[in-house]
Nanobody, 117 residues
Framework: QVQLVESGGGLAQPGGSLRLSCAASGFTFSSYAMGWYRQAPGKERQLVAAISSGGTTTYADSVKGRFTISRDNAKSTLYLEINSLKPEDTAMYYC???????????WGQGTQVTVSS
């Protein structure tokens, strides 16, 4: 079965950096689009970034230039590099899998990112 296990979240200071990881199993990782969504308290879940099986990336306007999504197909792992953290980046971050960009078929359990001084 498909499993997506996020890690790397935690408490960080404004201006700091974090690297989130998503270990995937149960499917041929290189054949699927992957993504990161986030949900802040009281807000709807939103797309942060996504990457196609071919490496095409897309980002939410609010994170362009600060977030970088990447994938290591040999390790079946998805990454999200987060720089210049802002308090508004505080949210639960979820790893997703889908047949193509814009589609989500599976969700991970999430990893919490809290940005506070």
């Amino acid at each position: 079965q498909v499993q997506l296990v996020e890690s790397g979240g935690g408490l960080a200071q404004p201006g700091g950096s974090l690297r989130l990881s998503c270990a995937a199993s149960g499917f041929t990782f290189s054949s699927y689009a992957m993504g990161w969504y986030r949900q802040a308290p009281g807000k709807e879940r939103q797309l942060v970034a996504a990457i196609s099986s071919g490496g095409t990336t897309t980002y939410a306007d609010s994170v362009k230039g600060r977030f970088t999504i990447s994938r290591d197909n040999a390790k079946s792992t998805l990454y999200l590099e987060i720089n210049s953290l802002k308090p508004e980046d505080t949210a639960m971050y979820y790893c997703t899998q889908g047949h193509n960009l814009g589609r989500v078929d599976y969700w991970g359990q999430g990893t919490q990112v809290t940005v506070s001084s």
